[in-house]
């Protein structure tokens, strides 16, 4: 199993650059989030889908897009990168179950520095 | 809106040590779940345990073991006879239990852990 697949692993961006970050998983999970990671700041929610064509803002969406196409898929769009964005990127899935929640399943993450 | 607060940023233990992690949390439901995460040096978030709010029996995993506490709002980790491999950062995550919020984690600010040999 794959399990959920972020690419790339590392990418440098020039201030006002776009670009995505790309996130798949292959276990039908309904959930798909995407956090960032900075130092001494745990990990903070950036948007969130319970469902393929349903999206959500989490605690700091300023800066970024999503969408969800399919259940497989939730790329994140950078669409004028700032310095301010760099940082250690992951996204995670999830099922959503009605008794409990399922653990998230987190990608490897993606470094990305804004220079 | 929910806190999660992990007073403490770094640990330095020697080998065979035991180590306690605290987390305290802020939550206005009366259901919602918490959960521990191990982010080791090579960087990757790996699930250790879920607690709902409704179960607050104490469990012991191996050398891991949690006490949860409701009435402090605390969910507190301990590693027995530490070793060097569990040295990571541990994170402390709470969430709502509605279906519509798909699994929406607020996460402490991590806890370091340096196990020496």
């Known amino acids: 199993n794959a399990g959920v697949t972020q690419t790339p692993k590392f990418q440098v961006l020039k201030t006002g650059q776009s670009m995505t970050l790309q996130c798949a998983q292959d276990?039908?999970?309904?959930?798909m989030s995407w956090y960032r990671q900075d130092p001494g700041m745990g990990l903070r929610l950036i948007h969130y889908?319970?469902?393929?064509?349903?999206?959500d803002q989490g605690e700091v969406p300023n800066g970024y897009n999503v969408s969800r196409s399919t259940t497989e898929d939730f790329p994140l769009r950078l669409l004028s990168a700032a310095p301010s964005q760099t940082s250690v990127y992951f996204c995670?899935?999830?099922?959503?179950?009605?008794?409990?929640?399922?653990?998230?399943?987190f990608g490897n993450g993606t470094r990305l520095t804004v220079t | 809106a929910q806190k999660v607060t992990q007073a403490q940023t770094e640990i330095s233990v020697v080998e065979k040590e035991d180590v306690t992690l605290d987390c305290v949390y802020e939550?206005?439901?009366?259901?919602?779940?918490l959960f521990w995460y191990k982010q080791p040096p090579s960087g990757e978030l790996v699930f250790l345990i879920r607690?709902?709010?409704?179960?607050?029996q104490n469990e012991i995993s191996g050398r891991y073991s949690w006490n949860f506490q409701k009435s402090t709002s605390s969910f507190n980790f301990t590693i027995t006879a530490s070793q060097v491999v569990d040295s990571a950062v541990y994170f402390c995550a709470l969430s709502e239990a509605i279906k519509a919020a798909g699994n929406k984690l607020t996460f402490g600010g991590g806890t370091r852990v340096l196990v020496k040999p």
């Open positions: 276990m039908n999970h309904e959930y």
């Open positions: 607690r709902n709010s409704f179960d607050e």
């Open positions: 889908s319970v469902g393929a064509g349903i999206t």
């Open positions: 939550t206005r439901d009366t259901t919602y779940y």
């Open positions: 995670a899935s999830s099922y959503i179950q009605s008794s409990y929640n399922s653990p998230l399943h």
